[in-house]
Nanobody, 124 residues
Framework: QVQLVESGGGLVQAGGSLRLSCAAS????????MGWYRQAPGKQRELVAA???????NYADSVKGRFTISRDNAKSTVDLQMNSLKPEDTAVYYC??????????????????WGKGTLVTVSS
């Protein structure tokens, strides 16, 4: 099993920045992809960004140019730097990991492990 713990959420004004971090523990040797998803009130959970080992980094169109995902394999962490935040970015952000090398890729592969989520609120 893999445990994922997120940190870094909070309240920020529109145009501001936040950095989310996620640390993985447990059977980290089984992880071949990590990423971030979000779920806004009344909406389905959606991919924000993912780094699958078998495919290129994948970003949602809505965050391209504003968000940057980075991964430190040695530390088993994945971060999400969020700049130029908009009120529509308000959501609970979830860290995710997959055994598949294509987890979170444009092929549509899903994730196997999920964190509990961290709330990001962007005020206008």
């Amino acid at each position: 099993q893999v445990q994922l713990v997120e940190s870094g959420g909070g309240l920020v004004q529109a145009g501001g920045s936040l950095r989310l971090s996620c640390a993985a523990s447990g059977s980290i040797f089984s992880i071949n992809a990590m990423g971030w998803y979000r779920q806004a009130p009344g909406k389905q959970r959606e991919l924000v960004a993912a780094m699958p080992s078998g495919a290129s980094t994948n970003y949602a169109d809505s965050v391209k140019g504003r968000f940057t995902i980075s991964r430190d394999n040695a530390k088993s962490t994945v971060d999400l730097q969020m700049n130029s935040l908009k009120p529509e970015d308000t959501a609970v952000y979830y860290c995710a990991a997959a055994r598949s090398r294509y987890g979170g890729s444009r092929l549509g592969n899903g994730m196997d492990y999920w964190g509990k989520g961290t709330l990001v609120t962007v005020s206008s």
